[in-house]
Structure formats: structure tokens, C-alpha cells
């Protein structure tokens, strides 16, 4: 079953992901895509989590902490690039 914490965290970064990929899309900030698909696959993880709770739960908690791990190399990827472009 999920907890009520899952489904509102799950609410919360889908209205935020809408708000960065308006942001994105007007050219209001930077072309950042490794950002924003580390917050994309957060928001599938976060997915993930509550699907768990109804069907197949060792295969979502597979994707859940998978998807975190991709993340995180995404944002490794976007503050690699950030540094690099930086420095010239």
C-alpha cells in the first residue's frame, strides 16, 4: 500500500518539473538538459515509489532506486559541465 507522504511528494515535483520545463521552454533559463533530466528521472522514481505500493513491488523498487542512481549521474554530469564551461 502507499503512504500519503508518496503520493503528495509525487504531487509537489510534478507541479515543480511543469514549472522547469515552462521555465525551459520560454528560454527563461539556461539549456541545461542533463539538469532537467536528473529532475525527470526523480519524478519517475517518485512514480515508481507509489506504483510499488499496487502491483509488483520488487520490480518498482528496482526502477525507483535505479532511476535515483541515473539522477544522480545526471547532476554529476550537469555540474561537470558547468565547471568546464566555467573555466574557459
Not at 57 to 72: A, G, K, R, V
Amino acid at each position: 500500500m502507499y503512504q500519503l507522504s508518496e503520493v503528495l511528494n509525487l504531487i509537489f515535483d510534478s507541479i515543480g518539473l511543469l514549472i522547469l520545463v515552462r521555465l525551459f521552454w520560454l528560454g527563461l533559463i539556461p539549456n541545461y538538459k542533463f539538469l532537467l533530466l536528473g529532475f525527470l528521472c526523480i519524478w519517475f522514481s517518485n512514480i515508481f515509489t507509489v506504483v510499488e505500493g499496487y502491483c509488483f513491488p520488487d520490480l518498482f523498487n528496482l526502477l525507483e532506486h535505479s532511476f535515483y542512481f541515473f539522477s544522480s549521474v545526471f547532476f554529476l554530469i550537469s555540474v561537470k559541465k558547468e565547471i568546464l564551461v566555467s573555466a574557459h
